[in-house]
């Protein structure tokens, strides 16, 4: 059944707010989503009745706690078509993940004049820690081109991936462009000099149905507060039998087998990834977004943006003043719109806009290569999620409108 807006918006408290006593119209998605009525009261549930340290006890809340734990483990899995419950890890968040591999699969695998292979519209998880990577193993970091139609220019990619290379990291989606890379084809070009594909899939996880067979990666990362979870939980897979090459990333509590005085033994599969308490309450109520989205089916989450992406590029471009940066190939593209409004800084877009109870975010979007090759200092950002509506969107164009009416023809860029 296709997503219905309206309804969905009663699940979501936050919704109801008033902000400069205009409705709240959320439309920054790309960098966290709201909350859903169940997956808040999960938190509660959980404190309230379950409350427990993890794989230690061996009371009723511990084992209840655990179970309750791992079993989203296995709803995790289940969203992006896993094969092996085991191969995910939780960590705090997408960068977190990256980091993991960075460190536990970077540092005992690259060596100088090894080459990273990233792509100019990586966010800055995706870029920092493969140049402390290259920097603590003399590795060298190369970028594919974007093409001006906002997608990744593959050619320049296949050419960059050779013997050198021993990985490749790319985003799954941009959170700048909305570009949706075409993974299962860079996995080939990426396994035919054996190196490792890593993805980032921060912003295609909530939004698109994910299969990490079909896209043939070895590695997929993403978070759960981009998706109705709560902050503080990522996700990291990885494919069956690569945790098991790697060393800890982190040594403590719960990630061992034997601690002797000379050294010790690691846990196996994802435990040995996962040093001291977890974040316990918000990786169940993350199962619990999980269950809220899966209820209604990434299908239908894909096609609701698909059709509200178009509407908003739509008006965006028919405004006049604005320059929509993106795929305009809607099976090419997400829900993050980028734009400028001619001679108004992207600060004061936001500003002005936010008078009218309308969040989007304005800035560089932690994409700062990406930003220059746009040759932009920042731009203004709407992303949607479920629960928005055309009408939040001519909310947005209304006020843009008034924005281009109190800055003129003033050009922002160049005024000091
Ligand atoms: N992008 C945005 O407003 P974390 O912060 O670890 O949950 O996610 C990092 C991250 C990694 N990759 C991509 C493509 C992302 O979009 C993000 C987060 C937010 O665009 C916050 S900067």
């Known amino acids: 059944m296709s997503i219905q807006p309206a309804q969905l918006r009663k699940d979501f408290p936050i919704l109801e707010r008033q902000i400069n006593g205009h409705p709240l119209a959320y439309l920054d998605n790309a960098a966290t989503t709201q909350k859903p009525r ?13 409350n427990a340290n993890i794989h230690r006890g061996i009371h009723t809340l511990a084992v209840e706690a655990t179970k309750a734990y791992e079993d989203v483990r296995a709803k995790a899995s289940k969203h992006i078509g896993a094969t092996n419950t ?5 960590t705090r968040n997408t960068t977190e993940s990256l980091n993991l591999v960075a460190r536990a699969w970077g540092d005992a695998n690259l060596q100088e004049d090894d080459e990273i292979v990233l792509s100019l519209m990586e966010h800055h998880s995706n870029i920092v820690p493969w140049q402390l990577l290259a920097a603590r193993t003399g590795a060298r970091l190369r ?8 997608l990744l220019q593959i050619d320049s990619l296949r050419k960059m991936i050779g013997n050198r290379t021993k990985l490749v990291s790319i985003t799954h989606m941009s959170n700048v462009l909305g570009t949706i890379n075409p993974i299962a084809e860079i996995a080939e070009m990426t396994h035919a000099v054996g190196a490792l594909l890593i993805v980032d899939g921060a912003q295609s996880a909530p939004h698109l149905p994910v299969d990490v067979n079909q896209l043939g990666c070895d590695v997929f990362a993403f978070s759960a507060h981009k998706m109705l979870g ?58 619990t977004a999980l269950d809220y989205l899966h209820d209604l089916g990434m299908e239908n989450v894909r096609e609701h943006e ?15 003043g604005i320059t929509v940066h993106g795929p305009r190939d809607i099976e090419a593209r997400g829900g993050a719109v980028s734009f400028e409004v001619d001679g108004v800084h992207p600060h004061d877009v936001s500003t002005i806009v936010d008078a009218y109870g309308i ?11 990406l930003m220059r090759y746009l ?32 800055f003129g023809n003033v050009d922002s860029r160049t005024a000091v």
């Open 38 to 50: 169940p997956v808040i009261e999960s938190l509660v549930h959980y404190y309230e009745t379950q």
């Open 86 to 90: 085991e191969d995910i890890v939780f």
């Open 143 to 150: 970028y594919a081109d974007i093409a001006p139609n906002g």
């Open 230 to 287: 709560p902050t503080g939980v990522g996700v990291l897979w990885a494919r069956p039998g690569l945790l098991a090459e790697m060393d800890p990333f982190l040594g403590g509590g719960e990630m061992i087998s034997i601690v002797r005085p000379e050294g010790s033994t690691w846990a196996e599969g994802p435990h040995k990834f996962e040093a001291g308490t977890p974040n316990i309450a918000d990786v169940i109520a993350f199962g």
């Open 306 to 320: 698909k059709h509200i992406t178009a509407y908003a590029i739509d008006a965006l471009e028919s405004s006049g």
């Open 359 to 369: 969040a989007i975010r304005a800035g560089h979007h932690c994409a700062q290569l």
């Open 375 to 406: 040759n932009v200092p920042a731009t203004n950002r709407a992303s949607f999620y479920i629960y928005n509506e055309e009408h939040e969107v001519d909310a947005l164009l209304n006020a843009l409108e008034e924005a281009k009416r109190m």
